[in-house]
């Protein structure tokens, strides 16, 4: 597990880079290096059912990946789903936008 932001590894198990506070991404080593890509938002999920359900569908296609939940959401560690109106951002690299929005056509 990579943090987008600040490029450190974690283990396995742990989702949220402790420094910068995001989720982070896994990426094969094939993939490109993380300062080379340049993120977009390319859906926005109001809970985390769905946003999961992306994330794996496009980790399935080798697509990087992460989610950001909303202030209230990262700033307090409350997953958006418990929240009236709280909303979770899928980011993919720019480059692979149209591979995953067709690959996720069905749920965004």
């Known amino acids: 597990m ?3 932001e600040c490029k450190s590894e974690y283990v396995e198990n742990i989702n949220i880079c402790q420094d910068c506070g995001v989720s982070l991404v896994d990426l094969n080593p094939e993939s490109g290096p993380l300062d080379n890509m340049t993120w977009v938002s390319i859906a926005d999920f109001e809970g985390t ?3 999961d359900m992306a994330v794996e569908i496009l980790k399935d ?3 990087p990946c992460y989610t950001k939940g909303d202030f209230i959401s ?3 560690g409350i997953k958006a789903l418990s929240l009236p109106g709280g909303s979770v951002k899928l980011y993919i690299p720019d480059s692979l936008k ?4 067709d690959l996720l056509k069905d749920i965004i």
């Open 74 to 76: 990262s700033a307090f």
């Open 49 to 51: 059912i769905m946003a």
């Open 2 to 4: 990579f943090c987008p």
């Open 61 to 63: 296609h080798d697509v």
């Open 98 to 101: 149209a591979q995953a929005e």
